[in-house]
């Protein structure tokens, strides 16, 4: 069983950057996903996440109207659509999966991915 997250990369304020989350090894559709980041000096922090069993997604208040979180099932693969990104959201991003209900918190996961460094500088 693995994540593999990838799509982190350099851009200014403003820009937009998909990141993408692909599981070996099991189903993505019968898990809940998250997507997680983690500034320097700061907690780890939920960005947003999705459940199929109750076709739920939540978002953290700081990334609700920028980021969306979607899945296609064909390619095993989450994906993390971030647009109008800020430097404020720099951080290593970090996708997991789990068997619970969706939520913001890192216990709801049992799979997580190695981190992929998104930077926003102008």
């Known amino acids: 069983v693995q994540l593999q997250a990838s799509g982190g990369g350099l851009v200014q304020p403003g820009d937009s950057l998909r990141l993408s989350c692909a599981g070996s090894?099991?189903?993505?559709?019968?898990?809940?996903v998250g997507w997680f980041r983690q500034a320097p000096g700061k907690e780890r922090e939920g960005v947003a996440c999705s459940s199929t069993k109750n076709s739920s997604t939540e978002y953290a208040d700081s990334v609700k109207g920028r980021f969306t979180i979607s899945r296609d099932g064909a390619k095993n693969t989450v994906f993390l659509q971030m647009n109008s990104l800020k430097p404020e959201d720099t951080a290593v991003y970090y996708c997991?999966?789990?068997?619970?209900?969706?939520?913001?918190?890192?216990?709801?996961?049992?799979?997580w991915g190695q981190g992929t460094q998104v930077t926003v500088s102008s």
């Open positions: 997991a999966a789990g068997v619970y209900l969706c939520g913001l918190v890192q216990h709801r996961y049992e799979y």
């Open positions: 090894g099991f189903t993505l559709d019968y898990y809940s």
